[in-house]
């Protein structure tokens, strides 16, 4: 059964850090460029961050650049996000993603379950 499990998700306090991790199991990741989403309730869920699998090359939107750090460790078969200087807008459920082919692209083949991450004083 293929499957993708989130964690490490939790309540943070403005400023600080949480590490996201997405563990495959039934495939392995490295064949596949793998994504991370968020979604809060009512709007529609957009990607964050997203690594290819051919040459790690990875991609971050506006509004987490220079804060977010997707990685993966193809041993562990886990892809990881390191949230650095979280703010309170930055609260929401977080997905990880498999895409269908080796590079970031909107075609998504399968989801994770999701993990809260909540920014708050």
């Known amino acids: 059964q293929l499957q993708l499990v989130e964690s490490g998700g939790g309540l943070v306090q403005p400023g600080g850090s949480l590490r996201l991790s997405c563990a495959a199991s039934?495939?392995?990741?490295?064949?596949?460029?793998i994504g991370w989403f968020r979604q809060v309730p009512g709007k529609e869920r957009k990607r964050v961050s997203c690594i290819s699998s051919s040459d790690g090359r990875s991609t971050y939107a506006d509004s987490v650049k220079g804060r977010f750090t997707i990685s993966r460790d193809n041993a562990k078969n886990t892809v990881y996000l390191q949230m650095n200087s979280l703010k309170p807008e930055d609260t929401a459920v977080y997905y990880c993603a498999r895409n269908r082919a080796y590079y970031c692209s909107a075609s998504i083949a399968s989801w994770g379950q999701g993990t809260q991450v909540t920014v708050s004083s």
């Open positions: 039934g495939f392995s990741l490295d064949s596949y460029a």
